[in-house]
């Protein structure tokens, strides 16, 4: 068993990964493959890549601890992410240039919804990559949610570190002015200072959240307006004009 973010240095890591992938900005190549597995059987994998990366991945599965947490191995200029929980193993291979947390950001979405879908139900019994054709397709929408919107998940995480961070201040100073035996009156006002800033933190969050909403929105309703077009523009090429009578 492997603890977490182990470099890989006991898995062999020969890895055939696509060539020509572009770098920089995220893109549709910067997930490369993606499973879950009960235990350390594949049910659902998605990719529109070829390589031995699948491979890597399972000898990495393998080697994986059962507690939950999340791990992360290195290859070739890729990470191989994984986030187990309950007996299920959640993994995405993503280029070396996608950050970690947008990684596990994507298999937190990947295991919401397959919990939602099958837990305790199908997935206990479901057999080795019998739930490809059900699931694969929705791995590879949350890719595309992912990458898309990489951005405001950034911002997202990072408003989530601040206000972690501001917990942990919190909790420290609170420890030092027991220790010191601070008065309670100036204890309770700096509490309510970092409570007040972490409360801007969350309004932060929110606004960023509210963002992501109306632009998906947007997007869905600029697609509506363009079927709706082009349902229009078959009508009157059929019917010759608004009278389909004749």
Partial sequence: MQSGRSRGSSVLCFCEFPTGLSCGA?????????????????????TEFTGNFPAIAAQCLHKLPSSNNKFTYNCDHHTFNFLVEDGYAYCVVAKESVGKQISIAFLERVKADFKKRYGGGKADTAIAKS???????????????????????EKLIKVKAQVSEVKSIMLENIDKAIDRGENLT?????????????????KQGAQVHRKMWYQNMKIKLVVLGILLFLVLVIWLSICGGFDCTN
């Fill in 26 to 46: 995220m893109s549709q190549e910067s997930f490369i493959y993606s499973f879950v597995a009960r235990g350390t059987m594949v049910l659902a994998e998605y």
């Fill in 186 to 202: 100036i204890l309770a006002d700096k509490t309510e200072t970092l409570r007040s800033q972490a409360q801007d933190f969350r």
């Fill in 131 to 153: 739930l490809n054709k059900e699931f694969g397709p929705v791995m590879k929408g949350h890719m595309k949610y992912i990458i898309d919107h990489a951005e405001e998940i």
